[in-house]
């Protein structure tokens, strides 16, 4: 047998949970199985299958730990633990055992192996919104009056394709345009649930509009302030206004499945991820996301691309390095890095200390534009200015 990869150890050490794998070899007591394994509050107990154990109460299984232990016999550990102790496992052929509970291939993994996500999607703390409430802030972007899709659309030198990766990714990450001005990127999760909009005004510059009143909500606020504590919220069947704290996903989550092998590379800013989506594509291998901020990053929000094993890169602003950089580690996930080159190898002196990643990219996708201009040539490099003059190539006025 192969070594097993450090990976797929990892992942299966994630996702196995004590209280099922000893269910599983014990059974449960409620079927009649006195030997079984019973729910005790927030833990479980079972007679010890490691001493004659005659009554309940030594053996205990935390969930919370992810542990069992007997205080009679002293038998105690985790799940690879119990299975090596009682199904007399070698620790490789415990990790076999869980791969196989857990539909997680252990010795077959190659470069092109994908997750298959699992089939239920797990029940929601809060309910979602209705889709239809995100359709209908499409026709108001239709209406032009979005600063920040003009700006995207007009203040940018895009290429052919880039223009109509621009009108596909403005759909696909389902950005809409509130009527009092907000720009709001949808956040859907990856089972394609709505759960909220974050709501944010923008300039005509296409840079946060801070200034003016109102300028940044969440949907879900909105939806909560509306009704008072006293009436009884109308909608208890599309959403709870009580359950929030579980409600934020990650901008873009909602495409993870689309690209299934794709690495995911995540930005602060919403507008930051369309761009580089724009300018460089979602594809087999990349796809964009936004977490809304380092405090956004968090392991439980990761889950669903570490569940899928996705490698997972980071991508701060010039003045985030560090903390980023501590925020990865803290995941404890081996297949999560940082990415400084956009704003240290790419950014220029020109682009300002405080400039974030969309506007060393918008300077560059402006500047290479600029330079297929003839007049901006000649400036550029004088030595080329006499052979265009040679070709009489006129320089046309805009
Ligand atoms: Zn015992």
Redesign the pocket.
């Given at each position: 047998m192969p070594k097993i990869d450090k990976n797929i150890i990892d992942r299966i050490l994630e996702v196995a949970r004590i209280e099922e794998v000893i269910g599983d070899v014990l059974g449960s007591y409620d079927h009649g199985n006195r030997a079984g394994l019973k729910k005790c509050g927030v833990r479980y107990e079972a007679l010890?299958?490691?001493?004659a154990?005659k009554s309940l109460g030594?053996?205990v299984v935390y969930p919370k730990g992810n542990c069992y232990k007997?205080?009679?016999?002293?038998?105690k550990g985790g799940v690879v633990d119990f299975l090596m102790e009682h199904e007399h496992l070698s620790y490789p052929d415990a990790i076999r055992w869980l791969g196989k509970k857990y539909n997680i291939d252990v010795d077959n993994v190659d470069v092109n192996w994908t997750y298959t996500p699992r089939p239920a999607p797990p029940p929601l703390e809060m309910l979602e919104l209705p889709a239809s409430m995100v359709t209908a802030t499409y026709k108001a972007l239709a209406n032009e009056s979005d600063n920040l899709v003009n700006w995207m659309k007009r203040g940018i030198c895009w290429d052919n394709v880039q223009r109509k990766r621009l009108d596909e990714n403005l759909h696909n990450y389902h950005v809409g345009h509130g009527k009092n001005g907000h720009t709001i990127f949808w956040q859907i999760d990856e089972f394609g649930r709505v759960r909220t909009g974050k709501m944010m005004k923008y300039k005509p510059d296409g840079h946060r509009d801070k200034e003016s009143s109102w300028n940044f909500d969440f949907i879900h606020s909105v939806l909560s302030r509306t009704f008072h504590d006293n009436d009884p919220w109308p909608y208890p069947h599309i959403f709870n206004p009580d359950k929030q704290e579980a409600r934020l996903t990650f901008f873009g989550m909602h495409l993870l499945n689309h690209f299934p092998n794709a690495a995911i590379k995540i930005v602060e800013s919403e507008k930051t991820a369309i761009l580089m989506a724009t300018a460089y594509g979602n594809h087999t291998m990349d796809l964009w996301m936004a977490c809304g901020g380092l405090e956004m990053i968090t392991r439980e929000r990761l889950q669903p691309l570490i569940d899928q094993n996705r490698r997972i890169i980071l991508y701060p602003d010039r003045d985030g390095i560090d903390k980023w950089m501590a925020k990865a580690e803290q995941m404890h996930y081996s297949r999560i890095t940082v990415d400084t080159e956009p704003v240290t190898k790419w950014w220029k002196p020109e682009d300002g200390e405080k400039a974030d990643i969309a506007d060393v990219v918008v300077r560059i996708l402006n500047q290479s534009e600029r330079l297929t201009n003839v007049r901006d040539v000649a400036e550029k490099m004088p030595q080329v200015k006499p052979l265009l003059d040679n070709l009489n190539l006129e320089v046309e006025d805009e």
């Open positions: 010890c299958p490691f001493h154990d030594s053996f007997c205080f009679s016999c002293g038998a």
